[in-house]
């Protein structure tokens, strides 16, 4: 009786979740803006999330002029699928509204090319990639062992020893990219305005003033205040109310 009910309530949960979201891409395309973020918000209050759902939802605020909502939901976003161009691309219209030019320091060389190819899936998605090239090892192995012409051993042990490397990389990669999911701690401003101060306290000295929509990465928490890092490797103490971390 119990599993039936946990079954139900699963159920249920599911149907409301879709039906909100569908209800909520219908008043955004009869441009009820407003009343489709009510409509995504209680989604999200239903525990279920996914990129097309932060996505819609960034969408709502942009069209609202909401310029902190809409970047952060993009960035959300991009945490489920960072490789996604609608919203990298709905991301930087949005940036172009904030008052703040913060440079962006690039990544140059070997830590670019290696950031850019384990960026491309996330820690789960390599995760299931490496099953697969197991899953192909293991074929190839059989192959090899069952197969009595040496030509084609030996094509199946050539095969073996790529899947093997395969594997290792993309479990190296999936390793990197939860490091780094774990790590790296982005936030959005927003705060209409705020000052990025040299220590945690109000009476420290002010070393840049950001403004609503401005991206900067926690560091740690001190009492009522975050060491962040700009995107220009600048660093300083932001009171933790005025920031909304993306994860």
Known sequence: MKNILYLFLLFTQVFFAQSGFDVGNELYKNGKYEEAVNAYNAVLKSKKQSAELYYNLGNCYYKLNKVAPAIYNYEKALVLKPNDANTKNNLRFAQKRTVDEIKV???????KI?????ASYNYNIWGYISVGFSALFLIAFLGYYFSKNSAVKRVFFFGMFVMVVLMVISILAAIFEMDQFKNERPAIVFAEAVDIKKEPQSASKTIIALHEGAKVYVQETVNNWKKVQLTDGTEGWIEKTAIVEVK
């Not at 320091?105 to 830590?111: L, R, S």
């Not at 290696?114 to 384990?118: C, E, G, I, Q, S």
């Open 105 to 111: 320091i690039p990544k140059v060389g070997f830590a």
């Open 114 to 118: 290696l950031r850019d190819f384990t």
